[in-house]
């Protein structure tokens, strides 16, 4: 995880890409990733961080690469559609928003959106039951906090490394995260801590992961 905040708190960009700390972020994820590919979690990341460096870097990405980031985001979405279908099953509705997040962000990926649609549909109802539009059998299990994690966390994911609220076919799902939050220009941050080489203030990590 320290190579990944690292490179999202810098706020990499076209002009300072931040190289160093994606090689060992991608190094990091890959390899944890090829250990258990059931970690879904750090494939998604993964997926996350190819799929950014390669619209920062203003270089299209080779065909080999492309299909690598797309062949990943299918398997990563495999798993976290079983893992989501397998909590719903024994009824443990908390857990399944992590999975839901991870089908989400993969289908992203792969540029289907209606898949993308179906996941933050059941993600949000799980995490924002009351929402306009929630299924009435959804309930929140009393972790506002925990949901409020996951929504900020998936909303930075979403414009930081995607930015989405930059995209046309997909920038719906910025609007609804926002939605369930109640955003309006609140500050995604959890809390500050110092970065040692510069001194400046950078966010807490906010990526999610399974508790």
Not at 44 to 50: D, E, F, K, P, Y
Request: charged share 25%; net charge positive; hydrophobic share 35%.
């Amino acid at each position: 995880m320290y190579f990944f905040k690292l490179y999202i708190n810098s706020s990499p960009n076209e002009t300072e890409t931040r190289q160093a700390d994606l090689d060992n972020a991608l190094r990091y994820y890959g390899a944890v990733y090829d250990r258990d590919p059931t970690h879904y979690w750090h494939g998604i990341n993964l997926v996350a961080l190819r799929q950014h460096a390669a619209r920062i870097s203003g270089k299209k990405q080779t065909p080999k690469n492309r299909n690598d980031t797309k062949k990943l985001a299918q398997e990563v979405f495999k798993t976290a559609e079983r893992e989501y279908g397998r909590l719903k099953s024994e009824g443990n509705e908390g857990a399944a928003l992590w999975p839901a997040a991870t089908a989400m962000e993969a289908a992203v990926a792969m540029g289907r959106v209606a898949t993308a649609k179906r996941y933050l549909d059941r993600y949000l109802n799980i995490v924002s039951p009351t929402r306009p539009g929630a299924r009435s059998d959804t309930t929140g299990n009393g972790h506002e906090n925990t949901h409020r994690f996951a929504l900020n966390s998936t909303l930075r994911q979403m414009m930081e490394l995607y930015r989405l609220h930059e995209d046309k076919k997909f920038g719906f799902i910025v609007g609804e995260l926002r939605s369930a939050l109640g955003w309006e220009g609140e500050k995604v941050v959890l809390s500050q801590i110092p970065y040692e080489s510069t001194g400046k203030p950078v966010a807490y990590d906010l990526s999610y992961m399974p508790v």
